[in-house]
C-alpha cells in the first residue's frame, strides 16, 4: 500500500478527519488515482471498521466517528472521481419512514454504504412512501433501504413496499430494512428482501442483494 493511502486508512481507523482531510488532497497530488485512494484508503477501512465492530472492538461511537473521517475525504475525492467516471457500487435510496423522526441509525448506515462505495441518496427522515417511489422512478435506485425506530412506524415499511409495487417497481429494485424493534420475520412478513441488525451488517446485506 502506497505510505500517503496508508495514512489515509489509518486516520479513518482512528477517526481523525483533520488528517483525512490534508491526506486526500496530497495523495491526489502525488498522482495517485482517484479510485485506488476510494478503494485501498476508505472502503477497505470502512471495512475494517465493520470487521472490528462485529468483533466487539469498535462501538457505535468508534463506528460513526470512523464514517465521518471517510466522509471528510470522499467529499474531497468526489469531483476526482466524476471526472475518471469511476462507477459506484449501486445507488441506494434511504430514509426513516413516515412519522419517524430519528435519524441517527439511518445517518450511520448512509455513511457506512457510502464509504463502501454505494452512492447514497438519503431522504431524511419522516419519508411518505410518494418519495421512495419517487427515488426509484426518477434516480434510477438499486436499493430503497427502510428504517424505522418506533413500533408505531413499522407499518410505514409495509406501505411503502405496498407502493412500490403498485408503482410497477418493485420487481427491479431490492428493499432491505432495518430498525431497533424490527426483526428478520417482520422483514419477510412484508416482503423485504432483506434485513440487517447494524450498520456493518447493513453494507454485507446491500452487497449480497446486488449479487446477480
Known sequence: ??????????????????????KVPAALGAGLAPQQIMEEGMIAAMAEVGRLFEEGEYFVPE??????????GLVLL????????????????????????HDIGKNLVAMMLEGAGFEVL????????????????????????????????????KATIDALAQAGVRSRIKVMVGGAPITETFARQIGADGYAPD?????????SLLVV
Open 122 to 157: 438519503d431522504l431524511g427522515t419522516n419519508v411518505t412512501s410518494a418519495k421512495f417511489v419517487a427515488a426509484v422512478t426518477e434516480k434510477n435506485v438499486r436499493i430503497v433501504a427502510l428504517s424505522a425506530l418506533l413500533t408505531t412506524t413499522m407499518s410505514g415499511m
Open 78 to 101: 468526489k469531483p476526482s472521481l466524476k471526472k475518471e467516471n469511476v462507477p459506484s457500487a449501486g445507488k441506494v435510496a434511504i430514509g426513516s419512514v413516515l412519522g419517524d423522526l
Open 1 to 22: 500500500m502506497d505510505p500517503i493511502i496508508r495514512e489515509i486508512y489509518d486516520a479513518i481507523l482512528a477517526g481523525h478527519s483533520k488528517i483525512v482531510e490534508a
Open 63 to 72: 463506528m460513526l466517528i470512523a464514517a465521518r473521517a471517510m466522509q471528510t
Open 199 to 207: 450498520a456493518s451488517r447493513a453494507v454485507a446485506l446491500a452487497k
